[in-house]
Each structure stands twice: as structure tokens, then as C-alpha cells.
């Protein structure tokens, strides 16, 4: 059986203070109880910094105004790859919050803990720090 390949844009919104939003995978969902930079698939044909756009919008209420990509990373689960796009979020409209009802918070880049978000997330942790 040939597994799924997904692409997912995910934003670092970060502020002057050097803080980070992040945000709480849902219980139900692939990887729920982590913590994550939001974000979300990219449509048929969608570019990724549209996507980034589109879902920070949807996931977080906030216009993005300045992205730049900071990096991507591939990674393979027992049954799907996934190619995601981080982008750096420097400039945005709005107070992020959980949007879709999922908990949100602002900590300090210097204390994200790669072990609380998921495996693709944590070379990008290490990265930040």
C-alpha cells in the first residue's frame, strides 16, 4: 500500500520579545496532546506561503503581513510522509489565539521543549534554540 505524502505550511509567530505562539494538537487527531507551530495542509496546487496564510488565518485569526521560510524538513510515519514549510512570522494583524477551540500560548523561545512537540517539529525546536 503506498502511503500518503502531505504538505504542510506551519508558521513561527514570533515576536520582538523572542517569544513564540504555539499551539495544542486536539485529542482526536494525529498527534494530539503535543504542541505544535500552527498551521496546516496545503491545498491542490496551493504555494506554501498561500497555504501559511490561509490556514494561520483559519487555526489563529492573524494577518499574516511578513513570512519568510526558515526551513523544511521531511518525515516519514508508518503510514504517510510528510514535506512541511516553516515559515518565520514576523509581522502579522491581530492577537493569535485558538481559533478552532485548541489551546494556545506564547512562551519563550529559549524554553521551547523539543520533546513536547512531534518528531518533525523538534529539529526545528533545536534550531530556535
Not at 39 to 67: F, H, Q, W
Not at 76 to 104: A, H
Amino acid at each position: 500500500m503506498e502511503k500518503k505524502h502531505l504538505y504542510i505550511a506551519a508558521g513561527i509567530i514570533r515576536d520582538k520579545n523572542q517569544k513564540i505562539f504555539i499551539t495544542q494538537r486536539p485529542d482526536g487527531t494525529h498527534m494530539a496532546g503535543f504542541w505544535e507551530f500552527p498551521g496546516g495542509k496545503l491545498e491542490v496546487g496551493e504555494l506554501p506561503e498561500d497555504a501559511l496564510i490561509r490556514e494561520l488565518e483559519e487555526e489563529v485569526g492573524i494577518i499574516v503581513a511578513e513570512c519568510e521560510l526558515f526551513h523544511c524538513v521531511e518525515h516519514e510515519f508508518d503510514d504517510r510522509y510528510i514535506t512541511l514549510y516553516f515559515y518565520m512570522v514576523s509581522s502579522w494583524n491581530n492577537e493569535p489565539y485558538g481559533r478552532e477551540g485548541q489551546k494556545g500560548r506564547w512562551i519563550d523561545q529559549k524554553d521551547l521543549v523539543a520533546d513536547d512537540f512531534p518528531p518533525a517539529n523538534r529539529v526545528i525546536v533545536d534550531m530556535l534554540k
